[in-house]
T-cell receptor, first 113, second 112 residues
Framework: AQSVTQLGSHVSVSEGALVLLRCNYS??????LFWYVQYPNQGLQLLLK??????LVKGINGFEAEFKKSETSFHLTKPSAHMSDAAEYFC???????????FGQGTRLTINP | DAGITQSPRYKITETGRQVTLMCHQT?????MFWYRQDLGHGLRLIYY???????DKGEVPDGYVVSRSKTENFPLTLESATRSQTSVYFC???????????FGPGTRLTVT
């Protein structure tokens, strides 16, 4: 079964600093990969997805993620953090062609002024 | 307005009672999903549906029942609520071609 691990349940960065949220998946066949963001008391919103050959995926709000097959990773980055980026971030995986998602446990991102 | 809505947003019920959480989407998406969110577990899939009258179990289906008589609605029923079902429940929908799931605002359920 697919599984996904997010390293670090809580990440704290300064405003303007690089954001790096880590995600590793377990699958011998490259899956589909997603990052979602959840703001307090809201549902999840899709940031970006990897479903094709392009390994560097750009999403909304300046976020991007790179699919690295050799490392089974799909880390999320943003060059310069903004206070509005404070939220919980979830990495999710699905088998290719499947609709069901398996979510990681989430990483809470805090931005320090 | 177009989108995905859930009702109620907050619910308190007693152990042993039946409770139904509603989910409605206006996009005519073929797929719909129910998740529960608990601290330390992320989101876990309860049930999903590929189309009207087609449903299937997810990771944690025990104690829950779903139905989908119309494409736009996907109610989740707890037949006899237990304290372990205290959670935040999210409904989502997606169109098969995009694999992008759109989430509702959630229902916070407390079972006393």
């Amino acid at each position: 079964a697919q599984s996904v691990t997010q390293l670090g349940s809580h990440v704290s960065v300064s405003e303007g600093a690089l954001v790096l949220l880590r995600c590793n998946y377990s699958s011998s066949v490259p899956p589909y990969l997603f990052w979602y963001v959840q703001y307090p008391n809201q549902g999840l919103q899709l940031l970006l997805k990897y479903t094709s050959a392009a390994t560097l995926v750009k999403g909304i709000n300046g976020f991007e993620a790179e699919f690295k097959k050799s490392e089974t990773s799909f880390h999320l980055t943003k060059p310069s953090a903004h206070m509005s980026d404070a939220a919980e971030y979830f990495c999710a995986v699905s088998d290719r062609g499947a609709q069901k998602l398996v979510f990681g446990q989430g990483t809470r991102l805090t931005i320090n002024p | 307005d177009a989108g995905i809505t859930q009702s109620p947003r907050y619910k308190i019920t007693e152990t042993g009672r039946q409770v139904t959480l509603m989910c409605h989407q206006t996009w005519s998406h073929s797929y719909m999903f129910w998740y529960r969110q608990d601290l330390g577990h992320g989101l876990r899939l309860i049930y999903y549906s590929a189309a009207a009258d087609i449903t299937d179990k997810g990771e944690v289906p025990d104690g829950y029942v779903v139905s989908r008589s119309k494409t736009e609605n996907f109610p989740l029923t707890l037949e006899s609520a237990t304290r372990s079902q205290t959670s935040v429940y999210f409904c989502a929908s997606s169109e098969a071609a995009t694999y992008e799931q759109y989430f509702g605002p959630g229902t916070r359920l407390t079972v006393t």
